[in-house]
C-alpha cells in the first residue's frame, strides 16, 4: 500500500469511463429512478475499489496469483452449492445481502493469474502453451455449468489473445483451432435449447419474432426508432414501457440510443474508442512483461465486452448475455471495470515512477 497521491491518478483513462457511467445514470433515472440510485451505489463502491487497487503496487499480485488462482475454483464450485438461482442460471452469492457475480469479479485476477504463470519463466515451447489452456479449462466450465455462455466465451476469447500477445507461434493457434471447428456440431448439441435458439435466431432473425427472436427484434426496433438525435430521455417508449427485454443490462446500448441516435451512440463509441486507445498506450509504453501482458489482458477485454454488447444490440453478432462496461446496470460488472483502472493506473504510475528514476 502507498499514500495516496494524485499523481497515482491517471485521468486519460478515469475521465472517459466517468462519463460513460454518468450517461448510464442519466439513462437509468429516465427509464426507472430506482435503477438510478442502485447504480449510483454502485458507482459510489466501485470509486472505492479504484482507489484502493491505484494505492497496491501490481507486483503484489503476481506473488499471490497461484493462490488467486485457486480461490477462483473453489468460489465457483461454492456457487453449485450455496449459490442464488435467477432465471434458470446459478450465477451469484448472497454475501451479508449483496449478491456478487464471481464470474464477473475474477476476470482482472484471472488475467493476472494467467500473465504471471506466462512470465515467471519465459518460453516458447507448445508444453507451456497447452498448459496455459489446462488453467482455463476448469474456470471456462465451471462457468458455463451456472449456464453462463457468454461469461464462459469472454474467458476463453481473452486467453487466445494474451497467448497470441505473449508471442506463441501461429501454428499453435492453427493448431488448436482445426480440431475445435470440427467439434463445433458436438459441442452444439451440448448447449441449453435457449442458446440453440439465440445462435439460430442470429442466423435467421425474424423467423420467431414474438419467440426466440423477440430479444433480437425489439432491440433493432429500439436501435433503429432513435433516428439521428433520438427521442429524448423520458421519450423512449420501447424502453421505458418494456417492449425492449433487459434495457437496463444486455440492451443498455439499444436504451440509450432510442434516447439520443445516431449521434448518441457514435459518442458513446468515440468514448470507448478514446479509453482503449489510451489503454492500449499505457501498454506499449511500459517495459515489464508482466504489467504489460496484465494491460493486454485487460485491453483485451473491455473490447471484446464492447463488441460483443454493441454488435448483439444491432443485430452483428448473436445474443449472448454480455454487460457493457461502465454503462450497463450491475454492481459485480461495475466494481470489476473500476478495479481494471486502479490496476491499470498504478502499473504506468510504477512505470513513470521508475523512468523518472532512470532519468534522474
Keep these: 500500500m502507498h499514500r495516496f497521491s494524485t499523481n497515482r491518478l491517471n485521468f486519460s483513462i478515469l475521465a472517459p469511463s466517468v462519463l460513460l457511467v454518468f450517461i448510464s445514470l442519466i439513462t437509468f433515472y429516465s427509464i426507472d429512478p430506482e435503477l438510478f440510485r442502485q447504480q449510483l451505489v454502485f458507482f459510489v463502491v466501485g470509486t472505492i475499489a479504484y482507489f484502493a487497487f491505484l494505492n497496491i503496487d501490481y507486483r503484489i499480485f503476481g506473488f499471490f496469483s497461484k493462490y488467486l488462482y485457486f480461490l477462483m475454483l473453489g468460489l465457483l464450485l461454492l456457487l453449485f452449492v450455496i449459490g442464488i438461482e435467477a432465471k434458470g442460471a446459478v450465477r451469484w452469492l448472497d454475501i451479508f445481502g449483496v449478491r456478487i457475480q464471481f464470474s464477473e469479479i475474477f476476470k482482472p485476477f484471472f488475467i493476472i493469474a494467467l500473465a504471471s504463470f506466462l512470465t515467471v519463466k519465459s518460453n516458447f515451447s507448445f508444453l507451456k502453451f497447452i498448459k496455459v489452456l489446462l488453467l482455463l479449462v476448469p ?33 499453435y493457434f492453427v493448431g488448436l483451432a482445426i480440431p475445435a471447428f470440427l467439434l463445433m456440431p458436438i459441442i452444439f448439441n451440448f448447449l441449453h435449447d435457449y442458446q440453440k435458439a439465440r445462435i439460430l435466431t442470429f442466423l435467421s432473425p425474424t423467423s420467431d419474432p414474438l419467440g426466440s427472436s423477440y430479444n433480437a427484434v425489439q432491440s433493432l426496433i429500439s436501435v433503429g426508432s432513435g433516428g439521428f438525435f433520438g427521442k429524448g430521455f423520458g421519450q423512449a417508449t420501447q424502453s421505458i414501457l418494456q417492449f425492449l427485454p433487459e434495457r437496463h443490462t444486455d440492451f443498455i446500448f439499444a436504451t440509450i440510443a432510442e ?30 512483461p508482466f504489467a504489460k501482458l496484465i494491460v493486454s489482458g485487460f485491453f483485451f477485454l473491455l473490447l471484446t465486452h464492447i463488441f460483443l454488447n454493441t454488435g448483439m444490440n444491432t443485430g452483428l453478432v448473436p445474443i449472448v448475455g454480455i454487460t457493457l462496461p461502465f454503462v450497463s446496470y450491475g454492481g459485480s460488472s461495475l466494481l470489476t471495470n473500476f478495479i481494471i483502472l486502479g490496476i491499470i493506473s498504478s502499473i504506468y504510475f510504477e512505470y513513470r515512477k521508475k523512468k523518472s528514476m532512470e532519468i534522474s
Design 139 to 171: 474456470i471456462f466450465f465451471l462457468i458455463l455449468r451456472q449456464p453462463d455462455l457468454g461469461n464462459a466465451m469472454i474467458y476463453l476469447i481473452v486467453t487466445i489473445f494474451m497467448l497470441f500477445v505473449y508471442g506463441f507461434p501461429l501454428s
Design 259 to 288: 434516447s439520443t441516435g445516431l449521434v448518441g451512440g457514435l459518442f458513446l463509441i468515440s468514448l470507448y474508442t478514446f479509453l482503449l486507445y489510451k489503454i492500449y498506450k499505457i501498454g506499449t509504453d511500459i517495459s515489464d
